[in-house]
């Protein structure tokens, strides 16, 4: 194929990509526009009304409700082709923002149960309040960020996105809005050792101390992982999921604009 031909092919897939992108905001909601004009301006949007009139709230004043409603719901980054949720099937959602995959993976199998992190406080917040609008009770949201060890951190946000909150840990006296760290183990045991059918991790960084800590037989019988890795934020994380994954599952690695940072999809081998 000319490269002249294939630039231009290229250019031709992302302008009917972003098209699409747009029709799915201004259709699939009742404040579509608003929601558009959102997106093409980074500006922030507080609600998205569904066509049913149900409202889901985002912290207001900032940025982030459009980009991921067209990151989970219309291109289907976690499920797609890679995940479909199926009846049992139990489903782990770290960085759970507002909620929008953990309510994807709801409706479409209201008889799969999510475990929900979320440690922000205004995006807590708004989760609780969007699985009560949407009447969902099988997401079960916890309020905490995922680390190394148990114990307790600070959240700060570098940005003005909902998306960009990182952890600093800090002692339990520490004074200020304290938000529980768990272990790889304590996550576990809230899964109740049971077997995880997708595993959606995106913690800004702290997705390398997190698995550092992995147990290889709870890695084992984990079907399948979704990870975003930020090795723009804390160097070695895509290393670490090789060293952590790499013995019990297929990797797809997909990295994003320089490489320092993309996504992660993992399937668990045959055995």
């Known amino acids: 194929m000319p490269l002249g031909f294939s630039w231009c092919w290229q250019g031709c897939a992302w302008r009917i990509e972003r098209w699409r992108m747009q029709r799915f905001l201004r259709r699939g909601f009742r404040n579509g526009r608003q929601l558009l004009d959102s997106f093409l301006n980074r500006q922030p949007c507080e609600r998205a009304v569904l066509p049913s009139g149900a409202t889901l709230r985002h912290p207001a004043g900032q940025i982030g409700l459009p980009e991921t409603l067209v990151e989970v719901w219309h291109r289907q980054v976690y ?141 084992q019988r984990i079907q399948r992982f979704v990870i975003e890795y930020h090795d723009v934020i804390e160097p070695g994380c895509l290393d670490q999921i090789r060293a952590t994954l790499g013995a019990t599952h297929d990797l797809s690695i997909e990295p994003c604009g320089d490489g320092g940072y993309g996504m992660v999809y993992a399937t668990r081998k045959a055995a």
């Not at 960020?145 to 307790?152: A, E, M, N, R, W």
């Not at 339990?172 to 899964?191: E, I, N």
């Open 79 to 219: 499920t797609g082709r890679f995940y479909q949720p199926a009846p049992g099937d139990l489903v782990i959602d770290a960085g759970a923002n507002v909620g929008l995959f953990s309510i994807h993976v709801a409706q479409r199998q209201p008889q799969a149960r999510v475990i929900a992190f979320e440690p922000a406080r205004e995006n807590f917040e708004a989760l609780h309040d969007n699985l009560q609008a949407l009447h969902i009770d099988s997401v079960q949201p916890v309020r905490a960020c995922l680390s190394d060890k148990d114990g307790h951190a600070l959240m700060h946000q570098p940005g003005g996105r909902s998306l960009d909150y990182r952890a600093r840990r800090c002692e339990a006296d520490h004074s200020g809005d304290k938000v529980p760290t768990l272990s790889w183990q304590s996550v576990m045991r809230l899964a109740q050792n049971q077997p995880i059918a997708m595993f959606k991790l995106d913690i800004e960084g702290s997705e390398r101390s997190f698995l550092a800590n992995a147990g290889q037989d709870d890695v």
